[in-house]
């Protein structure tokens, strides 16, 4: 029938949404150990200060692309 049928389409499309949420939040977790990783060698243990400066400048336009 035309309500069955809705009510499963309606179960799948909670499903997909779960699904979604759960990859989002995985990919927020994993960029945000790369960007620790990359902040711990290019920035805080830089061998010079010209290095850090890279380093951070290279994080802020990953943050800025971000969070557009």
Known sequence: TLSSSSAA???YK????RQL???RGALSGLTAEVMQG???EHV???ATEA????GA??????IRAYMK
């Open 38 to 40: 990359h902040l711990d």
């Open 44 to 46: 805080v243990h830089a």
């Open 9 to 11: 389409s309606d179960v």
């Open 57 to 62: 400048a290279e994080m802020m336009d990953v």
């Open 21 to 23: 949420a759960s990859a």
């Open 14 to 17: 909670r499903q997909v949404l």
């Open 51 to 54: 290095e850090r400066e890279q």
